[in-house]
């Protein structure tokens, strides 16, 4: 397995880690027993950073990754946390809380659903807009003196918060979206990452499925892409003529969409690592193989041809979200 180091003082993981967050029904039911298969396949090859949220699935995620790796030496993963999104019983999305004592508070459960006793990367999933990023990196900070913690990461944050985190403690990653299909973080936050020698870990280079030319009936699965704008409409139509133009490029090259998509992503920088959200093994597999196959410069142009950076119809969340998301100031 390829490695890459996370920032100046992070941990050398795998070049491609596994997003697990798929796996507690954000993107409709998953199979539990083939979920766990696909997460020991990804340890046995090689994959060793797994990245989770407190909030997937109220808690599911966490123990589904922790049954997974009861059997294996804590020292043999990664394991990135997100916090900070308040759920309501029935599943509902009611706010963000960064504040000190509920980082610490969410921490403690964390540790426990997952069976572990210190996380290596922990990072608020958002910005809250209600508490000075200063005292969240601060609280985080304490959890690291005290053991809990490894490492500081920060999740869809734009330049200045970035610069301000990293005053307080050292920030391994920046975890944000990243795709062919959205480039946004070319506009000054990967400049102001590697300004400060800050990892990437890209989520969603896959388009959440857009590219390989997914069309599921969302809504009928209770999947929350049923809500995004680039799946709706006018959007999804002109949104997979572009990831037909892909298909054309990637075959050619003797990849899959996704390998190509991927591959994409990984050739962008070695400060970069993909994550992927594979939760069957044979997908697992088909993304692995991206690693196989570095792209040739006469690909990638072929591939920015065949998907410019802004020709994606459709903001990547609902204009709710996009309205909160710090990352999109740059």
């Known amino acids: 397995m390829q490695t890459r180091k996370l920032g100046k003082t992070g941990p050398t993981v795998s070049a491609l ?10 993107y409709g039911p998953a199979d539990r027993a083939e979920s766990l298969a696909t997460l020991h396949a990804a340890l046995e090859a090689g994959v060793d950073l797994i990245d989770t949220g407190d909030f997937y699935g109220m808690g599911h995620n966490e123990m589904l990754i922790g049954e997974a790796l009861k ?7 990664v394991i990135s946390v997100k916090f900070g ?17 509920s980082l610490k508070t969410a921490l403690c459960y964390s540790l426990q659903r997952l069976g572990v006793d210190y996380i290596d990367i922990y990072r608020p999933a958002r910005l809250d807009p209600n ?14 003196q005290a ?28 975890q944000i979206e990243y795709s062919l299909m959205s480039r946004g973080i070319e506009d000054g936050v990967l400049q102001t990452t590697r300004e400060l020698g800050i ?16 069309t599921t009936n969302f809504a009928a699965q209770g999947d929350f892409r049923a809500h995004s704008p680039r799946f709706q409409g006018e959007n999804l139509a002109k949104n997979l003529a572009l990831a037909e133009g892909l298909r054309v490029v990637a075959e050619a090259a003797g990849l899959t969409p996704a390998q190509a998509a991927i591959a994409w992503v990984a050739a962008q920088g070695d400060d970069i690592v993909p ?17 196989d196959k570095p792209l040739s410069a006469e690909t990638l142009a072929a591939l920015e041809a065949a998907l410019p950076k802004g020709a994606t119809a459709g903001t990547r969340y609902a204009e709710a979200q996009m ?8």
């Open 17 to 26: 880690g596994l997003g697990a967050m798929g796996m507690s029904g954000m």
């Open 71 to 77: 059997d294996r030496r804590r020292e043999d993963v």
């Open 85 to 101: 999104a308040q759920r309501s019983p029935n599943g509902g999305w009611i706010g963000f809380d960064a504040s000190p004592n």
């Open 131 to 144: 508490v000075p990023i200063e005292d969240t990196v601060g609280a985080i900070a304490e959890m690291v």
């Open 147 to 174: 053991g809990y913690v490894r490492h500081i990461g920060l999740s869809e944050v734009g330049s200045d918060t970035i610069r301000r985190a990293a005053a307080v403690h050292p920030i391994v990653d920046l």
């Open 199 to 214: 990892g990437i870990t890209a989520y969603g280079v896959l388009s959440r499925g857009l590219i390989g030319g997914n």
């Open 275 to 291: 994550l992927v959200g594979a939760r069957r093994r044979d997908r697992l597999a088909e993304s692995l193989g991206a690693l």
């Open 323 to 330: 309205a909160h998301l710090d990352s999109e100031r740059g």
